[in-house]
């Protein structure tokens, strides 16, 4: 089994005599030890309630129990102390006569860890028998052209199996587009590790299936296995393979975190946003995962420790990410969520923290010019994307190139009138925005070699007197001191949270 499921069970009886336990699954029954809560911290991934709680009990079920992972027996009469817990870790409601079948099927979906990669266009293989043109747009894909034939054959495939245990499944997402003649197909094929490699299934996602916003799930019901991918196309005209996603699937309980949401836009470009409420208590803290190869989300930790309400945002497109600018529909997406969570939690912008690291900085001030938060908290800033491309060539030679693609992706050109339009699309929001009740706290590289000028710019934008800024600088380049710039992010953090909202 590739991943554990922690389950903590609460009731009069322990349900590990009276019920069949997968083999998977380590069962806990009423376990509550404040004395070691802070020497051990134990997470559970899901709990189980079969009868009131005390308000002991909920805080520390709070604590230790992820949200989207509650479950309470619906023949309960709530008290006040378990209808809280039910709206703080986001609780559903189960029949009794239904445990049975939610241990045996869906409490697999609720494992501990999250993985997910986006196969970088070099990994893809281009078919030795496409006699089409073929150009490489950096990490922004592959474009084909020319006859793909009458039947489906092989186009290309992607070296490096996946991995996948059993009972597992995977969520494949293709990033693409094509002209109408042309068709186009996903072809999974399991390799069975225990003989040799052998070919034991292969699943075929059509034309019809691909070209939906959906993921196309997998599932291995055999034994240890490697995944091979492969594309196969018909037709004539264009087909512009830009990327290919894989994540371990919770089948539909949510992408990496359980509740966490995927949006699609029309265009098939992603966005992922996980939201907990916490104690429901201001501020609700949202916070930009920084630019990384790995999916997932990034802050967990730090923001579920404060105990108030938190949203993560995370952004998978290009390498790494594509730094939270795009589309009217992208942007319109991400605005939506945070107006949602906000007015379900009857928050104003004075109880609204945004903040960030590299990649993460940029979604904070961007987004922060939409909604003027109480404060934004950033490290190492990145500002000037259209900047960040300029300085690749002199001052980074060789060292993160994927700048350039979010500088074509968002332009469609490289030339110097380009980096100064991307660097404008930040500046005139920013300057649009009411700062006058917002804190920046930014800590930066005084010699950083992506966007030396990024806090300097910000000083000259903000057009107030009223403002107040906690700027620190450290020796270096942009990388030279990532744990010290963490640091000063997080003690800061906790700082404003102890100062303006009174939590410790």
Known sequence: MFGEVKVLQIGEENYKTEYELPEYVDWNYEVFDSDADEAI???????????????????????????????????????????????SRVGTLLKRDELQGFLNDNIRNYYTKFYGEKFDMNRFVISHKFEGGVSFEGHRGVILSGSFGDDYSQVGFFRQNIPISSNQALDFFLEYEKSEDVELQMEIVFLDRAKSYQIRDRVVFDDAKLSGLEECTVENNGGEALVFVSLNARGCGVLNIKSLHDRWSRRGVGTFLPGAKRLVTSDREEVFIYFEPGDLKPPLNVYFSGYSTREGFEGYGMLRDFGSPFILISDQRLEGGGYYIGSKEYEENIEHEIKRVMKELSFTKADLVMSGIQMGSTGAIYYGASFEPHSIIAGKPVFNLGSVASAGRIHRPGVFSSAIDVLRKNTEKTVPDAMTELNDRMWQKFDKANWNDTTFVISYMLDDDYDIDAYRNMLEHVDSNHVKIYGRGLSGRHNDNTAGIIEWFASEYRKMMERDYSRK
């Open 41 to 87: 911290f134990t997470q559970y991934d899901v709990c189980i309630v079969d009868r009131n709680i005390t308000a002991d009990e909920a805080v520390y079920l709070r604590k230790h129990v992820r949200a989207y992972s509650l479950f309470v027996l619906d023949d309960i009469e709530q008290n006040s102390n378990l209808a809280f817990l039910m709206r």
